[in-house]
């Protein structure tokens, strides 16, 4: 967008450093917060590693690797997933999508002790790889959702779109109606059972809004879509390890100022994960953008995160398919294409204010 590229230009005429200096210094003499560049990998052999690798990446969010394993061997199978990225160049900055099987706690099902049981399990094993922040989600039912996959953006490449008509078009889900109060009992029972794990071991719990962040979505109550509730569930298990995935875009689509809350909660160290994209509409109907393209200021936000001391991985998410990558003619926001283009764009701002990554 045209205010972010003329912030970075006045970013950096103003740098007073030495034209010599190394843009390593400038980061150190600059930013107080430190962002570790990410993509969301699950194969280590993939050409879309190679890809990351090319651009300079040195850090991959993935699943863990423990899915299909027993949990008396999740120690075991996450130090194999673990040498099999180190292997190919990349540390595990995190885990994202529920590293075991998850969807009985969230609606509340027989099983979901189990499904506990395993998560602290796998918390434990994480911890132990050196593993420290797992990104979750309470999304119930569906897990975040679109309704069009091949909406033209710029220059004929494909994004997504959610719109609130098609989707209640579809009519319920297998689960029918959940409520608001029955989320919220879930929601507790899990927080209360989980975080002394996570306070014991030291491992951020890094929870993702609802996407899009409305209920309820097809008779489904969704619940972590304002300010207000996350503030609820953090205070319902005080830990410094009951935190926030920022996902910009959502925390638009509420309707908070994301420039003030990502920087009241990176100074109170609830951020744990930024998940850097945009949009464009509203939470009943919206599409993807490029990084470059939305009605965001993205070099303010990087600032901000700085600024207020953030110190953990960001990635560029949902990216729309370019030319070529668009499987079936649908996107799927996990091409690789436009997240080269947004690791060069976040690079440039970060470069020009003298903000710290690697």
């Given amino acids: 967008m045209d205010v972010s590229r003329r912030n970075v230009f006045r970013a950096a005429a103003a740098l007073s450093l030495p034209a010599a200096a190394s843009a390593k210094t400038a980061k150190e003499a600059r930013s107080p917060g430190r962002f570790y560049l990410t993509e969301i990998l699950g194969n280590p052999t993939s050409k879309d590693v190679t890809i990351a690798r090319q651009v300079g990446l040195k850090w991959v969010i993935s699943n863990g690797g423990m899915a299909r394993a027993r949990k008396e061997d999740y120690v075991e199978a996450v130090r194999q997933h673990k040498e099999a990225f180190a292997a190919a160049g990349m540390g595990i900055a995190g885990v994202e999508g529920h590293p075991v099987p998850f969807e009985k706690i969230k609606l509340g099902l027989d099983g979901r002790d189990e499904q506990i049981e395993n998560t602290k399990w796998a918390i434990e094993a994480l911890a132990k790889n050196g593993i420290n922040m797992i990104c979750y989600n309470f999304m119930a039912g569906l897990g975040w959702t679109r309704t069009n996959q091949s909406v033209p953006e710029r220059g004929g490449a494909l994004t997504s779109e959610f719109d609130l008509t098609a989707a209640e078009a579809q009519g319920l889900t297998q689960y029918g109606e959940v409520s608001e109060e029955k989320m919220w009992a879930n929601c507790e029972y899990f927080i209360k059972a989980v975080m002394p794990v996570a306070d014991k071991w030291k491992v951020k719990m890094a929870l993702h809004p609802d996407d899009p962040p409305l209920s309820p979505l097809r008779g489904i109550a969704r619940i972590i879509n304002s300010k207000r509730n996350y ?127 690697e």
Avoid at 262 to 268: D, E, G, S
Avoid at 295 to 310: H, N, Q, W
């Fill in 231 to 357: 503030e609820r569930i953090m205070d319902m298990v005080p830990s410094p390890y009951n935190g926030v995935t920022f996902c910009q875009a959502n925390f638009l689509l509420m309707k908070e100022d994301i420039y003030s809350l990502a920087k009241l909660w990176c100074q109170r160290k609830k951020v744990f994960f930024v998940h850097y994209r945009d949009v464009t509409g509203d939470k009943t109907h919206f599409r993807e953008t490029f990084h470059d393209n939305g009605p965001t200021d993205m070099v303010k936000m990087l600032e901000i995160y700085s600024k207020a001391g953030f110190d953990g991985p960001i990635r560029p998410d949902h990216a729309p398919a370019l030319a070529g990558e668009a499987e079936g003619g649908k996107a799927s926001g996990y091409t690789i294409g436009g997240k080269v283009l947004a690791f060069g764009y976040m690079k440039g701002i970060m470069d020009s204010l003298g903000l710290r990554y």
